[in-house]
């Protein structure tokens, strides 16, 4: 047995599936995970020495690659004045006055730990600052593993939502309603039906958790619009997208101004950080000025702000965006010359450094689109780029990033052993 293979047996001794995450264990895709040992810039190696190309980069926060130096360098410097103090800190401030400096729409803004726990309050808050119950997501959109959240369609507009996960009893989904994604007549049609019931619309801005579907031109105009309409608040969830597909995440993409916005992954940079944040009117609502409740034991670590500020202090960089935009271009633009020389049905996108693979003719932009692709071939290619040192994601619908790392040759590198992986599933 390899390393590996002796890890991930010992580790499902005492982990379920020997992860700490689904995702981990490569059930969709088959095989065992390779166990990480280190990461440098685009670089990860294995336990059995193995070395890739990475292009999960922690499912998204490495937007400056593997163990930057500047970010370990800050890391280090912060966790020598100690490690939580549960009290206030100067580098909470920090990052505060930093996301309202760098997100027009946010006024005021809370630390937590989690993209989970970032849209379980910011709902929490919505249905308290509206005193309104019910709350509108997408299909195919994930926003954490929060109760309320694990819910998928129900038959008709308004009727409740079905727990999709066990241990979720149908009374805490019954206030959320799951619409298609890119349909503006559904979540129209659905305010009309109950024009004072919704407190909330969450919505992926990009939706990085159905592979990558973006948005059709109007749709998140119309969220605005219908929002401001009928008094409900606007979340958009850029807990993916933040920093990550533009230098104003999604929102300065799109031009739209949400009320709230959730952030974690690119904000931590590696360690636990996530934020809420938007309006000051219902920022306010939240204890102790208001009475909607929300805590945490080391919510703004100053070692892990430490991490997130060093990494957005790069992304400051002139320049940063467009290059790292020019590199996610560059592989999608190969991927899909490489699977076309060899007959494969494929396409790519991307947005900044962010970017979609699909085993289908064209992009997808709906949920049932995006299901329609063919995993099996995916999962074929998946198998035979890690064999050649390629790191993706091990599903077919996860989305894909790239780092400031990357570098033109390990692009080449990639595309070189696409071309030898596609002419073998054709
Ligand atoms: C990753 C993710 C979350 C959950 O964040 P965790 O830190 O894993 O809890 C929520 N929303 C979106 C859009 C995400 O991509």
């Known amino acids: 047995m390899s390393q590996n293979e002796i890890l991930f047996a010992r580790a499902q001794k005492t982990i379920p599936a020997g992860v700490n995450s689904p995702v981990r264990a490569f059930r969709s895709v088959g095989g065992a995970p390779p166990f990480i040992v280190r990461g440098e810039g685009p670089c990860l190696w294995d336990a059995d020495g193995n070395q890739y190309i990475d292009y999960v980069g922690s499912w998204g926060p490495l937007i400056v690659g593997h163990a930057h130096p500047e970010v370990l360098r800050a890391v280090n410097a912060k966790a020598h004045d100690g490690l939580s103090f549960g009290a206030p800190t100067e580098i909470e401030i920090e990052m505060a006055e930093y996301l309202c400096r760098r997100l027009p729409s946010m006024e005021m803004v809370r630390l937590v730990s989690s993209g989970t726990e970032a849209t379980m309050s910011a709902l929490r808050l919505a249905r308290g600052y509206t005193g309104r119950a019910k709350i509108v997501k997408f ?11 694990l819910v998928k369609a129900g038959s008709g507009l308004l009727t409740f939502g079905q727990p999709s996960s066990a241990g979720v009893p149908p009374s805490i989904t019954q206030d959320t309603v799951v619409l298609p994604y890119n349909d503006l007549a559904a979540i129209t049609a659905a305010f009309r039906e109950a024009p004072e019931a ?5 919505v992926e801005p990009i939706a990085g958790n159905m592979n990558m579907a973006k948005p059709k031109a109007g749709f998140l105009e119309g969220l605005r619009a219908l929002c401001s309409q009928y ?8 807990v993916m997208t ?3 597909v533009h230098r104003q995440s999604a929102q300065g993409r799109y031009g739209i101004t949400p009320d709230l916005t959730t952030l974690g992954k690119v904000i931590g940079g590696g360690m636990p950080v996530a ?6 009117a219902i920022m306010e609502c939240i204890a102790p000025l208001g009475p909607v409740y929300q805590a945490g034991t080391l919510s703004g670590n100053p070692v892990a ?6 990494t957005l202090a790069l992304t400051d960089a002139p320049g940063f965006y467009e290059s790292l935009a020019a590199t996610a271009q560059a592989l999608t633009k190969g991927l899909q010359e490489a699977a076309k020389a060899a007959g494969v049905a494929f396409s790519a996108t991307s947005e900044g450094g962010m970017f979609g693979l ?9 949920y049932a689109e995006v299901m329609a692709c063919d995993v099996g071939r995916f999962n074929r290619f998946f198998h035979g780029m890690l064999d050649e040192g390629i790191y993706f994601a091990p599903s077919a619908f996860e989305a894909g990033f790239v780092s400031s790392a990357h570098q033109p040759g390990d692009i080449e590198a990639t595309l070189a052993a696409a071309r030898k992986v596609f002419a073998g599933i054709r």
């Open 275 to 280: 934020a809420f944040g938007g309006k000051r």
């Open 358 to 366: 699909y085993f289908a003719d064209r992009v997808p932009e709906t």
């Open 231 to 238: 008094g409900a608040v606007l979340i958009f969830d850029e």
């Open 198 to 202: 919704i407190a909330a619309v969450i």
């Open 305 to 310: 702000l430490a991490a997130g500020m060093a």
């Open 139 to 149: 299909e195919g959109c994930y926003h954490g593993h929060s109760d309320g959240l």
């Open 242 to 244: 933040g920093f990550r």
